[in-house]
């Protein structure tokens, strides 16, 4: 658990980027491998499932002394949370619910690194969770980020994956059903997609191949898309290609004039619609410019025409009971400076059992209808279903007759 892994060039967890834009692959290898908080949060949530797995299925005679002495090494880590254990249960119930499915206890295989490499050189990742039965092989992924939601459905890093454990346990299970597992247990998301081995060797022979090929040569053509951030390259600020892209789209719907975007109201409806595929790419793409740029200047390189400043601050009291009780002694009431609130439903859930949230708590929750956004018609959503007419949004047939009344 926790060792350094060195990831491949062409590595399943960036899949998606590498073939969908090719010369990323060999662009991204100029960037050091760089690691963030969330990241380390992740490996240790990562860690704490593996040893929870390895003494239910791996090591199921594991002495309860050894058990505790590697999770509370474990709990010791920086980025540990209390909440960690009821998200990492989690995933460990959903690994058991598939295993248990099954009349002859199946194999079950945990942190394992796959080769792929007949269908992209050198490929390899590790897995969080395979199980083989029969004909089925499930490969279950644990993600616990909350920030991009992920699913399973034609999945490239989870399909890779299953790639590999064919290739290595084939022999053995004839696997004809592939079924791939996302547990996002802080989001809610539990998504799942099932493909046959046969599709998946064509997929793995007819995409995967050709564009694993150019990526190792460094060759083919760039590609703008969802990749660009949702498979965090580290090119995504600095990259040319995206630059020239996004460029090129703003000045199209720039004033030449004003150097200001055309108002929208000179827009027709279907220019609207063709501004905003391009601002999904667009926004993100300048959050990233502007991270690089911040990166350069305080690695002391120059970026002409920008320099650091100091940011906004907020004024803060580092130790609040120590200063309010300096009031209460001048004479202030204690009352004045706190308050009594009760705490989010997110912090009641972690304080209480499930079965007493479910029982108890859930009779209560109220989850109110989400407000209208833009999303794609490609998008599997349902559409925004309105409970109003456009009057009654703005006082209804009342809000006309009260103005008659008072012309």
């Known amino acids: 658990m926790a060792e350094e892994r060195k990831h491949a060039l062409l590595s399943a967890s960036s899949a998606k980027r590498w073939i969908n834009c090719p010369p990323s692959a060999r662009l991204s290898e ?5 690691t963030s908080d969330y990241a380390e949060e992740g490996t240790l949530a990562h860690d704490i499932c593996e040893l929870k797995l390895r ?3 791996i090591e199921p005679g594991m002495p309860e002394k050894t058990f505790k002495t590697a999770h509370n090494q474990l709990k010791k880590r920086g980025q540990y949370d209390p909440e960690m254990e009821r998200y990492t249960d989690e995933y460990v119930d959903y690994i058991q619910k598939i295993a248990y499915s099954y009349p002859v206890p199946p194999k079950i295989v945990i942190e394992k690194e796959v080769h792929y490499g007949h269908v992209a050189r050198d490929g390899y990742g590790f897995s969080d969770c395979i199980i083989l039965s029969g004909t089925d092989c499930h490969v279950v992924d644990f993600k616990y980020g909350k920030g991009i939601t992920v699913s399973a459905e034609e999945n490239p890093q989870m399909m890779l994956y299953a790639v590999g454990a064919i290739a290595e346990y084939g022999i053995v299970f004839p696997v004809e059903r592939v079924i791939l597992h996302i547990v996002q247990p802080r989001t809610k998301n539990f998504s799942r997609w099932e493909i046959s081995a046969g599709q998946l060797q ?3 022979e007819q995409t995967v191949k050709p564009a694993a090929e150019l990526a190792w040569e460094g060759k083919g053509d760039f590609r703008q898309g969802s990749w660009c951030d949702d498979c965090f390259c580290p090119a995504a600020g600095t990259c040319r290609f995206r630059m020239e892209e996004n460029m090129a789209a703003l000045q199209k719907h720039t004033d030449p004039i004003t150097g200001k975007m055309i108002p929208a109201e000179l827009l027709t409806n279907g220019e609207i619609g ?3 595929p391009f601002l999904e790419f667009a926004a993100p793409w300048i959050k990233k410019v502007r991270a690089a740029a911040l990166d350069k200047l305080l690695a002391d390189e120059d ?3 920008w320099k650091l400043v100091e940011g906004r601050s907020n ?6 009971d120590k200063a309010y009780a300096a009031l209460v002694e001048a004479g202030y009431k204690k009352a004045l400076f706190y308050e009594r609130i009760p705490v989010t439903l997110t912090e009641a859930e972690k304080l209480i059992n499930k079965d007493d949230f479910n029982t108890i708590l859930m009779p209560f929750i109220v989850k109110p209808k989400g407000k209208p956004t833009l999303a794609p018609k490609g998008d599997k959503r349902p ?3 309105k409970d109003t007419t456009p009057q009654e949004d703005f006082g209804g047939e009342n809000q006309y007759k009260e103005e008659e009344k008072t012309c």
């Not at 100029?30 to 760089?34: D, G, H, I, R, T």
């Not at 004024?315 to 609040?320: I, K």
């Open 202 to 204: 064509t997929w793995s």
């Open 55 to 57: 003494k239910l299925f």
């Open 274 to 276: 063709s501004i905003l």
């Open 303 to 305: 970026v002409p025409g």
């Open 30 to 34: 100029a960037f050091p491998e760089s």
């Open 383 to 385: 559409p925004y279903q």
């Open 315 to 320: 004024r803060e009291l580092p130790d609040p």
